[in-house]
């Protein structure tokens, strides 16, 4: 924990070739800016355990390097975006979202490896 308060800025997105981005555990509010879809490179988001609010952003497609992404204990609303979802495909191992107000509108088939829309 680094004491990091405020919210993460918009120009997180010209971090480009980092690998993990770890913010969890701190005292960041407001919504997961847009521009997360920047990090292209990102193997690991760790934003646990803030008071981040709203829908996680749908700019996810962009990222084919993540292998998890962890936004639990969080304020976040809505439900896990469409691009998010689709790098379960890609090759996403975690997607965790627990103790949030997050909806999911799909499932991940263990034994097929990808996710699975649930309508």
């Given at each position: 924990?680094?004491?990091?308060?405020?919210?993460?800025?918009?120009?997180?997105?010209?971090?480009?070739?980092?690998?993990?981005?770890?913010?969890?555990?701190?005292?960041?509010?407001?919504?997961?800016?847009?521009?997360?879809?920047?990090?292209?490179?990102?193997?690991?988001?760790?934003l646990y355990h803030?008071?981040?609010?709203?829908?996680?952003?749908?700019?996810?497609?962009?990222?084919?390097?993540?292998?998890?992404?962890?936004?639990?204990?969080?304020?976040?609303?809505?439900?896990?975006?469409?691009?998010?979802?689709?790098?379960?495909?890609?090759g996403v191992k975690?997607?965790?979202?627990?103790?949030?107000?997050?909806?999911?509108?799909?499932?991940?088939?263990?034994?097929?490896?990808?996710?699975?829309?649930?309508?």
């Amino acid at each position: 924990m680094a004491n990091l308060e405020g919210q993460i800025p918009e120009s997180i997105g010209i971090l480009s070739s980092v690998k993990i981005f770890d913010v969890s555990q701190n005292n960041l509010v407001g919504e997961i800016p847009k521009s997360i879809g920047g990090m292209r490179n990102a193997e690991q988001i760790e934003l646990y355990h803030n008071h981040l609010s709203h829908e996680i952003p749908d700019a996810f497609s962009g990222l084919t390097s993540l292998l998890r992404f962890d936004a639990s204990e969080n304020n976040l609303t809505g439900k896990i975006p469409q691009s998010l979802a689709e790098q379960l495909n890609q090759g996403v191992k975690i997607v965790s979202c627990f103790a949030t107000k997050i909806t999911i509108a799909w499932h991940f088939d263990f034994h097929m490896g990808g996710s699975v829309g649930m309508g």
